[in-house]
């Protein structure tokens, strides 16, 4: 979760711009747009899925690892989650 005010609404404003897409995705295959209408739509989603998880993660490193006052061991343990987390990201 973002601690700052300005992270949180900069998240929710990707998270209600993605709702959108989704929206919009939705409304081509009812109206049964061509398919690279809806290939791009996917895109737009999946590209603007991995724009917030970029997002996040930046936040992530940011609050935890910089910031936040923590113990080396703290810090060893907290590179491991986000390393799982990288490379769940990148599969």
């Given amino acids: ?41 996917i895109a737009a989603v999946r590209g603007a899925a991995n724009g917030l998880m970029a997002e996040m993660m930046e936040i992530h490193l940011k609050d935890e ?9 703290q810090r060893a343990v907290r590179m491991a989650e986000v390393g799982h987390l990288i490379r769940s990201y990148l599969k």
């Fill in 65 to 73: 690892l910089v910031a936040g006052e923590t113990s080396e061991d």
């Fill in 1 to 41: 979760m973002p601690h700052s005010p300005e992270d949180k609404k900069r998240i929710l404003t990707r998270v209600r711009r993605i709702r959108g897409q989704t929206e919009a995705l939705e409304r081509a295959l009812e109206n049964g747009d061509p398919c690279i209408a809806i290939l791009q739509q």
